[in-house]
Structure formats: C-alpha cells, structure tokens
T-cell receptor, first 115, second 111 residues
C-alpha cells in the first residue's frame, strides 16, 4: 500500500457520460498530480494541485476538470466521455509544491472503460 | 519541451543482468528517476539519482548517468522472474512542477 488511495478501481461507462475519480494523497503530502496512461500516449501529465490551488496544467482536455479540497483529497471530473478517454488514470502525491526531488508516490489507478 | 525516450521491450534470462536505457533532452534536468509498474498496479519508485552524480548503487540496482550524452541506465543484477514489469524513466528539473516520463520498457524475464 503506497498510501495514495484512488477510487474506484474500475469504471465502465457509456459515451457522453460524466464520471468523477477520487484521490486521497499520502498523509502529509500537499501536492496531487493526475496522469493519464494509455497504450498509444504513454503517461501524460494532466494537472497538479498544491494545497487546494491549481499549480500546473499539462495535456488536459477542456472536458476534464479537477479540484483539491480542504482535506487535500482531489477529484478528477471527466465529462462528455469519448471512446478515446478509456485509459488508466493515476493520481500521485508529493510533499512539496514544485520540485519533485524525491519522486512521487503513485496510487494504484482507476481503469476507465468507455463503451 | 522535455522528451524522454526508452526502448519498448527487453528480454533476459533469469540470473542474467538486465540493462534498461533511457535518453532525455532537458539539459536542466536535476533529478532522474526509475519507476517500476507491475500488472494492474501503480508506479513504484525504485531509485533516483541527482544530476551531479555519475552512479548510484542500491542492492541489485545500479543507476549510471552520463550527463554529457543525457543518457541514463538501470542495471538489475541477478534478474529474477519477479522483476518482470514495465520500467519507466522520468526526469524533473528544479523549475518543473511535474515529472516527464518515458514510454516505459517492458522487461520479460525468461526462466
């Protein structure tokens, strides 16, 4: 157990729907990162939050949004889902706001299947 | 932008050494990492090296860094079947707020 908790582990939904993925960071970590892992794109950085505020944005689609709550858990919202959004979505956490000096701690991921 | 490249596949015999290679483009990379991903699991940090180091050894793992060529390698000694996984190289710099990952190398250990 890495200490980063992601729910649900698996999600199957239809095109056009909206889903919410949840992440609880490791105790004491203030930063949360979301990554998408697909076969053709590899691991793509989506977005980072630090202590409730958006810190950095990567290749995140406009249909996707995220937030980090006062208790530091984060949610990634995916809407108007398309078949191509099927992927593994990982959350990672780190202690600080910027430098990933000692790497991130990853959760086990949420596997999203859009049918 | 930053780019990290790895070969996609590597097969070795159990007991042999494995060497997984990675190249990166960002000359300001300060920290370089190796992660391991087993089937159905998240990424597990194996080891990291600072850019002012040439080598780091941790039990069966040896990381070599050639900063001039922007080349990083991970050597696994006495490779076991339990080492079969995808290995990701990643880089981060002092100014970056997130890590950039390579595409991963699928290591298959044959009995």
């Amino acid at each position: 157990d890495s200490g980063v908790t992601q729910t649900p582990k698996h999600l199957i939904t239809a095109t056009g729907q909206r889903v919410t993925l949840r992440c609880s960071p490791r105790s004491g970590d203030l930063s949360v990162y979301w990554y998408q892992q697909s076969l053709d794109q590899g691991l793509q950085f989506l977005i980072q939050y630090y202590n409730g505020e958006e810190r950095a944005k990567g290749n995140i689609l406009e249909r996707f949004s995220a937030q980090q709550f006062p208790d530091l858990h984060s949610e990634l919202n995916l809407s108007s889902l398309e078949l191509g959004d099927s992927a593994l979505y990982f959350c990672a956490s780190s202690a600080g706001p910027g430098q990933a000096n000692y790497g991130y701690t990853f959760g086990s991921g949420t596997r999203l299947t859009v049918v | 932008g930053e780019d990290v490249e790895q070969s996609l596949f590597l097969s070795v015999r159990e007991g042999d050494s494995s060497v997984i290679n990675c190249t990166y483009t960002d000359s300001s990379s300060t920290y370089l990492y190796w992660y391991k991903q087993e089937p159905g699991a998240g990424l597990q940090l194996l080891t990291y090296i600072f850019s002012n180091m040439d080598m780091k050894q941790d039990q069966r793992l040896t990381v070599l860094l050639n900063k001039k060529d922007k080349h990083l390698s991970l050597r696994i000694a006495d490779t076991q079947t339990g080492d079969s996984a995808i290995y990701f190289c990643a880089e981060g710099s002092g100014s970056a707020r997130q890590l950039t990952f390579g595409s991963g190398t699928q290591l298959t250990v044959l009995p």
